[in-house]
């Protein structure tokens, strides 16, 4: 259990990111997934009023409470490694009041102000009706980070996890059948108003509701979860040693203080995306592309940043789970096991990423096959060109979270507000002086996610004299992607000439994992003793030594 006071297992963060990243994996395919018959049912359009109307819920979200589970478990780390139940107990409860504020305030701004933002901000009016569904939602979330953070501090990802799927489970099921029902409500009004945009604008209002119902569903489980462990945590703050408990001001201005430079950085770090699509939609229109903006913006939404958001989940997993245990390293003055998690968080993220970035580019059209319908060529190109934001967007997500992890929390946001200001000057260059269109708006956010990973990257290696080793963690997992990227294409070539487009791509896939782990242990690219502390490693190994590969 993550509340005994030593555990070899439970507690290695590699371990609990591995658990939190296969949640997140699969919340995202589950993603996948259910936006194909939401897709159908609303259509580009719809995806592209939900896209709009997302992207200003998501920006709420950040700015009142994505990284409060990052700073919860931040603070109530540092306190559970020293044994002071009670402090971490007045955390979680100064995390709660933070949460109602936070999350209640910009639950009402998003409700009454559904038809600014939409409408002048985005320039999407339409989609102040999904908008405003997704309002209560922020209130909801905001109260579920703590509670997630709150059992992330004290070393378990499982709740996350579990919340996580049950969440996105709940979503899929309400949002296919709500965007039904509102899509065909929504034919009745734009038959009565004569304005066909009603039905799509509609169909994504229900989308949201999914959205609402999932988040809902996965608090309530948390809230379960925690009652069960209620009586254990009791036991721990009655039989504590340490006195010198935190008063609730001094709690709740901790949780601020901590809160909002990661808040910050957050905000900033995926406010791009809600300026992208504001600075496209504009620029399209002066071009006369207006018509064509709000598909075009569906599919970079609903396809291409969709399939690009499932291996980023393991560096967001990682994420979650470094920062607390940068924090508690960071409390007791050990500097070397912090650098030891960082070689460790950054090695096991690149094995993913590189493959991952590779076999999405390679197999762009048949995967987007496996998946949607209709003309996908717009989308597999995007995905063949913005493949390589995976590597980039992994090293800086996780490379924020460990700044904010060795208490430099103020070094994402600087980093991110610089990246931003470069990204979006170059944006506008792309779109209005060379017309590249919603390709420059993928070639801008590489440029954006690489400038973080370079500014991160310095100040780790100033702030904690650490330097990353190049080969085993990028050079050899590179040149194992490149090997399993040939053969998989030209399997993919060789199989599709018998077999259809699903056989082709698994037997394809599954071929190209075997060739991409055969190169990593020939390479040297990782050793036995550190495969046994990866979720599943003890089972590789035995597979290797089998076949003689260890």
């Known amino acids: 259990m993550p509340y005994k006071k030593k555990s070899s297992k439970a507690n290695n963060f590699v371990v609990q990111g591995g658990i939190l990243a296969i949640a997140g994996i699969l919340t995202r395919i589950i993603g996948m997934f259910y936006r194909i018959p939401v897709t159908n049912i609303i259509g580009d359009e719809g995806n592209g009023y939900y896209a709009a109307a997302y992207q200003i819920y998501n920006i709420m979200l950040l700015i009142s409470s994505y990284s409060l589970p990052l700073a919860i478990s931040k603070i109530v780390s540092a306190r559970y490694s020293k044994q002071e139940y009670t402090n971490s107990d007045r955390v979680f409860k100064g995390g709660l009041i933070f949460a109602f504020i936070s999350g209640g305030t910009t639950c009402l701004l998003v409700f009454f102000g559904a038809g600014f933002l939409a409408g002048t901000l985005m320039s999407e009016p339409m989609s102040s009706i999904a908008l405003i569904i997704f309002a209560p939602t922020l209130l909801i979330v905001a109260v579920m980070g703590v509670v997630r953070g709150y059992f992330q501090g004290m070393g378990t990802m499982v709740p996350t996890a579990l919340s996580q799927i049950v969440e996105q489970i709940v979503n899929a099921i ?65 039989a ?15 949780i601020v203080m901590t809160a909002i430079p990661v808040i910050l950085s957050t905000a900033i770090y995926n406010i ?19 018509v064509e903006k709000t598909a075009i913006w569906g599919i970079y939404s609903g396809k291409y940043k969709l399939m690009m958001n499932v291996p980023i989940a393991l560096a967001n997993a990682m994420c979650s789970s470094v920062v607390p245990t940068l924090s508690s390293c960071i409390a007791s003055d050990n500097i070397r096991g912090a650098k030891r998690k960082i070689f460790t968080a950054l090695r096991v993220t690149m ?148 077999l259809n487009n699903l056989s082709s791509t698994f037997f394809s896939i599954i071929i190209g994992a075997i060739v991409y782990f055969f190169c990593i242990i020939r390479l040297h690219g990782i050793r036995e003793e550190e495969m046994n502390e990866l979720p599943g490693g003890a089972f590789i190994a035995k597979f290797a030594r089998l076949f003689h590969l260890l």
């Open 174 to 238: 309400v949002s296919i059948a709500a965007a039904k029902v509102l899509f065909n409500y929504g034919t009745k009004v734009a038959a009565l108003l004569h304005n066909e945009h009603y039905a799509p604008a509609y169909g994504a209002a229900g989308s949201t509701l999914g959205t609402s119902s999932g988040a809902l569903a996965g608090l309530i489980l948390l809230l379960v979860m925690l009652l069960l462990v209620s009586a254990r945590l009791k036991r721990y703050r009655m």
């Open 240 to 254: 504590e040693d340490y006195q010198g408990n935190e008063s609730m001001g001094e709690i709740v201005a901790m």
């Open 272 to 290: 791009s995306d809600v300026l992208d699509n504001g600075i496209f939609n504009k620029i399209m229109t002066i071009k006369g592309q207006g």
């Open 351 to 498: 094995l993913i990423a590189f493959p991952c970035a590779v076999g999405m580019s390679v197999l762009a059209k048949p995967i987007l096959s496996m998946l949607f319908a209709g003309d996908l060529t717009l989308a597999a190109q995007l995905m063949q060109v913005g493949s390589i934001s995976i590597i980039f967007y992994s090293i800086s997500t996780l490379s924020n979270g460990i700044l904010q992890g060795i208490n430099h929390l103020e070094l994402p946001v600087r980093h991110s507000a610089i990246s931003l200001v470069i990204h979006l000057a170059a944006l506008w260059i792309m779109l209005y002086v060379f017309n590249w269109g919603i390709y420059g708006v993928v070639f801008a956010n590489i440029l954006f996610a690489f400038l973080m990973c370079i500014m991160n990257q310095f100040s780790i290696r100033r702030y904690l004299h650490y330097k990353q080793e190049l080969p085993r963690t990028f050079i050899i997992p590179a040149i194992s992607s490149a090997v399993m990227g040939i053969v998989v294409f030209t399997l993919y070539k060789l199989f599709s000439l018998f």
